[in-house]
């Protein structure tokens, strides 16, 4: 079964049981599929220091596999809420026995440990298919999911550690952590934008994305 079907057949298996407030409901992804960002990542932290990375939202796990490439003496957690998708990630990783990978079921970082990680990925995850012609989120998305996740993600994220966000349906200069963090790499120029709402959980028009990588402040 090849990776395509295999992800859409994890989702349907999923969507029956999917709780009410489930942000992506793809689990499509790809290897390297985001390589401006992952080198932005490697030169600004370095390629073979011991850090350690947190992929949310890794579906099947070609993230975590394209982040080992990267930064081969990182430790990576890649958690995701699709326990197919899990099952999937760790029949993959009996084959290599990576012993810094480890995959966990989770919809969110709280139960992760507070300021531990050097690197959070959250890429295409905080997002829903199919609001291009909408002029609210809800009831599929709701800003204050959106404003809670990241609360929780930048609570696990150390001072001086990156953040790196990208397509979601909100802005992160909306977010309650977002005076907590600067921007450093910003959002090159596309000729397909991402639909963006606001707080009040109403399209935005004439806005776009604010950025890739955000930087915790403090140290």
């Known amino acids: 079964m090849n990776r395509l079907v295999l992800n859409l057949w994890n989702d349907l298996r999923f969507w029956p049981r999917r709780p009410r407030r489930l942000f992506q409901n793809r689990s499509a992804t790809a290897l390297n599929r985001y390589p401006l960002i992952f080198n932005y990542v490697q030169r600004a932290i370095g390629r073979s220091l011991p850090i350690r990375m947190l992929s949310f939202g890794c579906a099947t796990g070609e993230e975590v596999e394209t982040l080992r490439t990267y930064f081969p003496d990182a430790t990576i957690k890649g958690i995701d809420i699709n326990p197919f998708n899990i099952a999937t990630c760790r029949r993959r990783l009996q084959r290599t026995a990576d012993p810094k990978i480890a995959f966990e079921v989770a919809d969110s970082a709280r139960g992760e ?72 790499l910003k959002r090159p120029p596309s000729a397909r934008e991402p639909v963006l709402f606001g707080p009040d959980n109403r399209r935005l028009r004439g806005v776009r994305e604010d950025g890739l990588v955000f930087r915790k402040r403090g140290r």
Not at 114 to 123: P, T
Not at 165 to 183: E, G, I, K, M, T
């Open 113 to 184: 440990p507070a300021a531990f990680y050097d690197v959070i990925f959250c890429l295409a995850v905080l997002r829903r298919s199919g609001l291009r012609r909408r002029e609210t989120c809800l009831p599929d998305l709701c800003f204050e999911d959106f404003d809670r996740c990241l609360g929780e993600l930048a609570r696990s994220l150390r001072p001086g550690g990156l953040l790196a966000l990208r397509h979601a349906s909100f802005r992160f200069a909306d977010a309650a952590v977002a005076p907590a963090f600067d921007l450093v």
